[in-house]
């Protein structure tokens, strides 16, 4: 990975938390010098502060780049440390669910390079995936820099407008809960029928993650997989027309809930 830009100027961490973790975990094992990070957070865990890196401590006049990695509700409280870096160089990049880019250019300045991402919580173990979309003050290389630093913790994609932020919100920033609650009712299903707990549990969540390194990694889609592994007449069509019912299957069912999530993150934006 080229951290050169962040090599000789440095970079800013603002909140260490789960995210910030994972983010910084990944880029610590990627090369990037601990002594060039500067992590602003009131409560550092144990293992932050292990890492080599600055603590709460005078920043560089010029770093290469802000990463601003804490809660919506936190901002008022943690930007005003941090907004005589705008109107510079400083890339500001937020991870920050439902806070505008616009928000940022009031706060920092309109002339201030801004990278909104939504990166989502399989990135603790380097399988998320990011989407990205930067102002217009935000050129090729500060948008390659962003990229280089979000893809240590899984894919990056680029938004052609911060618009598809909120369904991106809803479909991949929202999306492990749902996966979870999948494996949590699958578990609950088999218990029902007859298995002991543990191993309904084995079974649900063995094979979401099975079938999704598998969706990943084959050249048929989704879809198709489906019908690879459907029998005529047979068990899994059995469930299939439960699940893919028009009224309250899943189409149904996901959609909603999908637009539910949508519509809030653009409250949260307003």
């Not at 990944?26 to 990037?32: D, I, P, Q, S, T």
């Not at 005003?80 to 806070?99: D, F, K, N, W």
């Not at 198709?224 to 019912?245: D, F, H, I, K, Y």
Request: aromatic letters at 4%.
């Amino acid at each position: 990975m080229d951290f050169k830009d962040i090599t000789t100027r440095g970079m800013v961490l603002l909140g260490c938390g789960k995210m910030g973790s994972a983010m910084l975990q990944g880029w610590l094992a990627r090369g990037l010098d601990p002594k060039m990070v500067y992590v602003l957070d009131p409560m550092p865990s144990d293992w932050v502060q292990a890492q080599g890196v600055h603590i709460n401590t005078d920043l560089p006049e010029d770093p290469a780049l802000l990463v601003i990695a804490v809660k919506p509700q936190m901002m008022g409280d943690a930007l005003p440390r941090i907004q005589a870096l705008g109107g510079g160089s400083t890339v500001m990049l937020s991870i920050a669910a439902g806070t505008t880019i616009a928000h940022f250019e009031a706060v920092f300045g309109p002339d201030t390079p801004i990278v909104r991402a939504m990166p989502n919580t399989p990135a603790a173990v380097g399988q998320g995936i990011t989407a990205l979309i930067g102002n217009a003050q935000v050129d090729a290389s500060a948008l390659a820099l962003s990229e280089t630093l979000l893809s240590a913790v899984g894919k990056t994609v680029r938004l052609e407008n911060e618009g598809q932020m909120d369904a991106v919100t809803a479909v991949s920033g929202s999306g492990p809960a749902y996966v979870f609650h999948l494996i949590e009712t699958m578990a609950a299903a088999g218990e029902a029928e007859g298995l002991p707990s543990d191993l309904a549990m084995k079974l649900a969540l063995t094979t979401v993650a099975g079938a999704g390194a598998l969706a990943e990694a084959a050249d048929e889609g989704p879809a198709q997989l489906r019908v690879n592994v459907t029998s005529p007449n047979g068990t899994t069509q059995a469930a299939l027309e439960v699940l893919m019912n028009d009224t309250d299957g899943f189409p149904t069912l996901l959609k909603r809930a999908i637009k539910a999530a949508a519509d809030r993150s653009r409250e949260l934006g307003k």
